[in-house]
């Protein structure tokens, strides 16, 4: 593919340049066309049985786009205080949220018994905490509890959550523990879930995984849902061809898996999963301004104001993010490629967000548009070297370009003194 940008329309005729003169960069900026297309795919990976996407609010957290997910019919899952208060601001019934926490103190359970939230405990410590609090309060006895299935998936070691290395969940053996802990405290246990893992665009590690857990799911009796986590994977190299993730596929593989466990159990209980990525890494880029190039011992440096602080996945995870040349408001055509580096404003050598990539030679003034953006972007931006976070924009289905956070200000990082 030769543009993402073009392919998907995704200014909707509106001026990148326009945009970003408007705004300022460092800017993200979401297309609500691409993003609510991505919910709608998630929220309908089970037809047969009653199911519920789960979209996994810790990749974005911009209000607007918590409420695409609610006009879109999906649910939430919060892993934080912070994220349930996010959902109900922007309207989310306690039954449309699940709450996934881990390691957290009694103030964060608190806020989720008080609004009726179902809370998945992620270890023996948690579940006694929880049942604790529970005793105190007189509600909130119906829980999760967090299995780690013992296997893990993910495109790098710090994103894979299930198997012996991580600490996520209570261990399949420690099945007797949790029932002895539950009935100390007069808790109920209707459901189970589990997360593997993140960004794989080979759909049989999480069908393997739905089948150890619903394997593991036939030692609890009256389950009232089963939920087998996100990780559907998008492809980063769009530019090059990379196929998406192949959900009709997916679907039809793990129809019968279902079908199976269904009979065995005697019902169906709801299923749920827990996409983040899919739903809104496509539907987010960054425009940046280059801002000088220079050649250092043989390699060019673009010098742009995206940096780590901006979007922290490639110096975090090595992450590929590919990469478009916009001047004068036009994508760059991919022909006359040279090898650049791309960095940022901050101190620190890998700040880098494009190695030795083949590109479009690049002028100052250029923007760059860094695609795939959406998730785990902004929500793990920072203000690292007392750099302010960017605004992010949404191309509205109607073509209209609206401010959905303002960019933060001086004034903002020093008023916390
Ligand atoms: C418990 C849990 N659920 C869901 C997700 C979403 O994963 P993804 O964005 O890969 O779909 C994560 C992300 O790590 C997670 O930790």
């Known amino acids: 593919m030769n543009s993402y940008l073009q392919a ?12 970003a003169a408007k705004y300022g960069t460092p800017l993200y900026v979401y297309s609500e066309e691409v993003i609510r297309q991505h919910m709608e795919a998630v929220g309908k990976v089970i037809t047969k049985y009653d199911y519920t996407a789960n979209y996994s609010v810790k990749a974005n957290t911009n209000l607007e786009i918590l409420k695409l997910a609610l006009s879109e019919g999906i649910n939430c899952d919060a892993m934080s205080m912070g994220e349930l208060m996010m959902l109900k601001k922007a309207g989310f019934p306690s039954d449309r949220i699940f709450f996934v926490p881990n390691n957290v103190a009694d103030e964060e359970f608190e806020y989720a018994i008080d609004n009726d939230i179902i809370v998945s405990l992620d270890s023996l410590s948690q579940l006694e905490k929880y049942g604790q609090l529970v005793g105190r309060k007189g509600k909130g006895h119906e829980c999760a509890v967090r299995i780690n299935p013992g296997v893990g998936a993910g ?13 996520f969940g209570i261990a399949e053996a420690d099945i007797p523990k949790i029932y002895e802990v539950i ?29 150890n857990l619903l394997r593991i799911a036939r030692d609890f009796k009256g389950l009232k849902f089963i939920d087998f986590g996100g990780g559907y994977g998008i492809p980063y190299h769009k530019l090059d061809d990379e196929a998406n993730y192949p959900m009709e596929d997916f679907k039809t593989r793990l129809q019968p898996i279902l079908d199976a466990f269904v009979a065995d159990y005697g019902y169906a209980p709801m ?111 920072s203000t690292y070297n007392t750099r302010p976070r960017p605004a992010e924009v949404m191309v509205c289905l109607d073509g209209n370009v609206k401010l959905i956070r303002r960019r933060e200000t001086y004034e903002d990082l020093m008023s916390l003194f």
């Open 8 to 19: 998907s329309d995704f200014f909707k005729g509106n001026d990148p340049e326009k945009i």
């Open 155 to 167: 495109h790098s070691e710090k994103v894979i959550t299930g198997g012996k290395k991580t600490k």
């Open 183 to 211: 009935n100390k405290y007069g808790l109920k246990l209707i459901g189970i879930n589990q997360h593997i893992g993140s960004q794989f665009l080979d759909p049989q590690p999480y069908l393997d995984a739905v089948e």
């Open 271 to 381: 299923f749920k999963s827990e996409p983040g990525r899919f739903c809104v890494a496509e539907g987010g880029i960054i425009l940046g301004r280059v801002n000088a190039i220079k050649e250092n011992s043989g390699r060019t440096y673009v010098g742009t104001d995206v940096g780590m602080n901006t979007l922290i996945r490639p110096a975090m995870y090595d992450s590929y993010h590919d990469v478009e040349v916009i001047r004068e408001g036009k994508v760059v055509p991919r022909e006359d490629m040279s090898e650049v580096n791309i960095s940022g404003q901050i101190c620190e050598s890998g700040d880098l967000i494009v190695k030795d990539r083949m590109l479009p030679n690049i002028e100052e003034g250029d923007l760059v548009a860094i695609l795939d953006a959406g998730a785990y972007g902004y929500a793990m931006a």
